[in-house]
């Protein structure tokens, strides 16, 4: 079975404005410049596209598990409207103090997605703002792009693979490497073609 790779995406502060409050509200959803278009030009690839958010305001009691998938409906149908794909939404309703595997840092999530969608981990990426994105997808081997927040703190052991201003940047840092990597491969091919050519004259 053919394995798919995948861009996971953070929610809070890369897809949306990050505000310390808890959002469940959709007057309260404001999408990052540049995100839409971004997305835009993800979804015309074979990369599933894959939202991961913690939302602990679930286990803190600040708003139900029908809110939160009610603003991603929400979001999916606006999604929709702009021609964006999205293949997934996960989310981790549980309290810091319950000690889950799907909250990030921990890398549940991404593990959960990788078994339901048929997922090469090594071949996929991340995109967050938060150190605790990034310490996730490397916990499973997923290169990773952390995206510029400067209203949280980094965590200097915690290293992401490239660094963006914003969501649209990392895509198309990883569209740009990814048609680097076939050209490089089709140059190969075509100079293997032409020795073994020369060796049979």
């Known amino acids: 079975m053919k394995k798919h790779r995948a861009v996971f995406l953070d929610r809070d502060g890369t897809i949306k404005v990050y ?3 808890y959002l469940w509200k959709v007057e309260d959803f404001e999408w990052i410049p540049e995100v839409k278009e971004g997305l835009r030009i993800l979804s015309k690839t074979d990369y599933k596209i894959i939202i991961i958010t913690n939302q602990s305001g679930v286990g803190r009691g600040y708003y139900t598990k029908e809110d939160v998938e009610g603003l991603h409906a929400w979001m999916l149908k606006e999604c929709e409207k702009e021609g964006i794909r999205i293949d997934a939404i996960y989310y981790c309703p549980h309290h810091p103090d319950e000690g889950c595997v799907c909250r990030k840092p921990k890398p549940g999530m991404l593990m959960r997605a990788a078994e339901e ?3 090469h981990l090594k071949k996929s990426w991340l995109i967050g703002d938060n150190f ?3 310490a996730a997808g490397r916990a499973v ?5 952390k995206v ?9 052991n915690i290293r ?10 990392g895509i198309e840092y990883i569209l740009g490497r990814s048609r680097r990597f076939f050209l490089a491969k089709a140059v190969l091919l ?3 073609i032409g020795g073994v050519t020369f060796l049979w004259r």
């Open 148 to 156: 510029k927040n400067e209203k949280l703190e980094d965590a200097p």
């Open 19 to 21: 505000k310390p409050n």
């Open 132 to 134: 605790t994105d990034i």
């Open 160 to 169: 992401a693979h490239a660094h963006a201003e914003t969501l649209k940047e």
């Open 117 to 119: 969608h048929g997922i």
């Open 141 to 145: 081997g997923v290169r990773t792009i």
């Open 190 to 192: 075509v100079a293997a």
